[in-house]
């Protein structure tokens, strides 16, 4: 039962001389109120009011201003698409429902007929208005939507044309509404609607221009007013969007310029401070289990105490554990004034010592795990109201740093992994070196005596001796290469089985001491002094991985020390509740920034290929690894080229508990 002619349509056709214009939705709202008003004013008699509703949602929203109007006539007509409850009835005014597909859902219609008083607004949504808002409808609320829309049409107060907008009108309703013919009859009656053209002609003539328009200027001007303020709002909210935005971009930039994760949260503290016009903004990394933390970037408004470098309580603070508890950010607008405050030890001295009167803490999340956190302080009165805007804005700060924090974590993993790999690549190389001198100039020297001695039955016999030895010192120095490999790759592996005994330090020394000197030497080795603390407690390691560690850095000691100089082993316990061992000689000494790196396996300071103090270059590497195979730690001192090296070693003291009796050390296997 649909009409697809449009009355707007059909309003132009009965009269071409009509010019429509176009109209913003809030115009039309206006214009229709400033009509509703006059009626509600009480000046006019009973007048015909018809209006028509595009949907059933836009008649909600002045259906109460319709039931007031009712009072004022009885010759009310709402027209509207039903999309709930709306329907044919005639309770405070008739109700007509027309059909979904009518063309009066793409038309918004007002007339006003009084006896000496008339208007109507005959309009037409504009296609292109409501194709973009199909488009949009997700996009944008639905209020700044409803602004763009823009009707086409008439609005007028010529008797003519409100009289003959009313029967196109009043036809449609009874297509509609059969039921209302006779009231509707009445209607048309009483303000003559129904005539031919000529007569509507006539009556344009006849009542033109006779209406008072204020009204209808002063609505025009309120809504003006407020479009204009919403407007203002909108420019603001947009300002501070833009402001936002140009913030987290100058942090998002910060980020991808930088991988160092000080340099980020340095610049994301200043600008986000400064942002916010805080006293002081703090970033620090934390966890979830942390009792304490170290504020370690700061943004500070002069005059404000600072509070970087402090040691930052967590465990004992509320605030924290609920950041904490519940993964999101919390404040506190008034510190004087909250129970969370007033109540906590902790809290009440941060806010007195640091003068903090509004909070904010927010935390680091990177997938839900704790990094660290946000604060921002505000140290001056009156106290800060903290703005929703503000509270979104620090959570996407948050969000950006995680992002560094993981970001730098990953890299920082890769730069670990990158160097693993090129130590990695130094001992290969090292490998190459070593096998070709360590093991193929023996091997040559060996074959070069044996073919001597297999080739030349003449020799003479000490010459023979020399062959002979030179070949067997060579053989064990080969076999001394394997097995400092092996055992190396033994310890690295954990293949090693580990017997963890009580003993005394001053008999591990003894034995390290009378087996390097058993050892054949071609020089005379330095003097070799102990000087063990007195009452030192007994350790506990490995009896026989404590002789090897001692034997080969006093061994070291000899090779790199000459005759007339001096090796002292002392061994005093230190403040951690260990036993620190010292090798010091007054040798050649090491540079500075070798110290950490001839524990490199490998590693000589001549290189493999210009050796002259022998040994493997796996010495080093293997006593580390069993010093931190009982959880000591292993390092060089020296002050430079020929002022003499220090290997300190440290090994855990028995526990009084534990305390075994005096155990035998087994000698070296
Ligand atoms: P090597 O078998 O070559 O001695 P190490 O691992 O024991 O292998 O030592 C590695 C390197 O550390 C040595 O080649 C030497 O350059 C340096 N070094 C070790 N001990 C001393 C020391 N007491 N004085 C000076 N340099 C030392």
């Given at each position: 039962m649909s009409i697809s002619t449009s009355v707007l349509s059909d309003l132009l056709q009965s009269l071409p001389y009509l010019r429509p214009q176009l109209y913003f939705k809030a115009s039309l709202t206006a214009l229709s109120h400033a009509m509703e008003d006059q009626v509600l004013a009480a000046t006019l008699d009973q007048p015909l009011i018809i209006a028509s509703f595009q949907r059933e949602r836009f008649y909600r929203q002045e259906a109460h201003r319709y039931q007031r109007l009712s009072q004022r006539s009885n010759q009310i007509y709402v027209l509207s698409a039903p999309e709930t409850d709306f329907t044919n009835s005639s309770e405070y005014y008739e109700k007509v429902a027309f059909e979904q597909d009518d063309a009066l859902t793409q038309e918004w219609h007002l007339v006003v007929i009084a006896d000496n008083y008339a208007t109507c607004l005959v309009c037409r949504e504009s296609l292109g208005s409501i194709a973009k808002n199909r488009q949009i409808p997700d996009l944008l609320p639905s209020l700044e939507m409803d602004t763009g829309r823009r009707f086409e049409g008439i609005w007028t107060s010529e008797r003519g044309v409100s009289i003959k907008a009313a029967q196109l009108l009043l036809d449609r309703i009874l297509v509609y509404r059969p039921d209302l013919a006779s009231k509707v009859e009445k209607a048309r009656q009483r303000f003559g609607i129904g005539g031919n053209k000529a007569y509507y002609s006539n009556l344009i003539t006849e009542y033109a221009c006779d209406i008072d328009t204020d009204p209808f200027v002063q609505r025009l001007v309120t809504y003006l007013q407020a479009s204009q303020y919403k407007l203002h709002k909108a420019y603001r909210s947009i300002a501070a969007q833009a402001r936002k935005e140009r913030l987290i971009n100058s942090i998002s930039t910060a980020i991808r310029r930088s991988l160092d994760p000080h340099e980020v949260l340095q610049i994301a503290a200043q600008e986000l401070g400064q942002h916010l016009g805080a006293s002081r903004c703090l970033i620090y990394r934390a966890q979830a289990s942390e009792a304490q933390a170290t504020i370690e970037h700061e943004f500070l408004t002069p005059g404000i105490v600072s509070i970087a470098g402090q040691t930052w309580e967590l465990k004992q603070n509320p605030l924290f554990q609920a950041v904490v508890d519940h993964g999101e950010g919390v404040y506190v607008s008034d510190t004087m004034n909250d129970a969370r405050v007033a109540k906590s030890p902790t809290l009440s001295s941060i806010v007195r010592k640091f003068a903090v009167r509004s909070w904010l803490i927010e935390p680091v999340l990177f997938q839900g795990r704790l990094l660290g956190i946000v604060e921002l302080h505000y140290c001056t009165l009156p106290p800060h109201q903290w703005q929703q805007s503000e509270l979104d804005l620090v959570k996407a700060i948050a969000t950006q740093i995680g992002a560094a924090l993981m970001q730098a974590e990953a890299y920082a993993n890769l730069e670990e992994l990158n160097q693993q790999l090129e130590a990695l690549d130094r001992t290969r190389s090292n490998l190459i070196a070593i096998t070709g001198h360590e093991l193929r100039t023996p091997l040559s020297t060996i074959q070069v005596c044996l073919e001597s001695l297999a080739t030349e039955p003449d020799m003479p016999l000490e010459l023979r001796q020399v062959m002979l030895n030179t070949a067997l010192a060579d053989s064990e120095r080969m076999r001394k290469l394997v097995q400092d490999f092996l055992t190396l790759s033994n310890l690295e592996s954990g293949r090693v089985e580990w017997h963890p005994e009580s003993l005394t330090l001053q008999e591990c020394v003894d034995l390290a001491l009378s087996r390097i000197r058993a050892r054949p030497t071609v020089e005379k080795p330095p003097a070799i002094t102990a000087q063990i603390a007195q009452n030192l407690p007994l350790v506990r390691a490995d009896g026989d991985w404590l002789v090897e560690v001692l034997a080969k850095l006093v061994d070291n000691a000899c090779k790199f020390t000459p005759t007339q100089g001096q090796i002292i082993i002392s061994a005093d316990q230190n403040s951690n509740q260990m036993v620190e061992v010292a090798v010091i000689d007054t040798g050649r000494g090491i540079e500075p920034n070798l110290l950490e790196i001839v524990?490199?396996?490998?590693?000589q300071e001549e290189g493999a290929l210009r050796r002259t103090a022998g040994g493997t270059g796996l010495g080093l590497a293997i006593c580390r690894q069993i010093v931190n195979g009982w959880g000591g730690t292993i390092w060089a001192e020296s002050n430079g080229k020929d002022q003499g090296s220090q290997f300190h070693f440290t090994i855990p003291i028995v526990q009084a508990s534990k305390e075994e009796s005096k155990s035998k050390v087994k000698s070296k296997k």
């Open positions: 524990f490199d396996r490998f590693y």
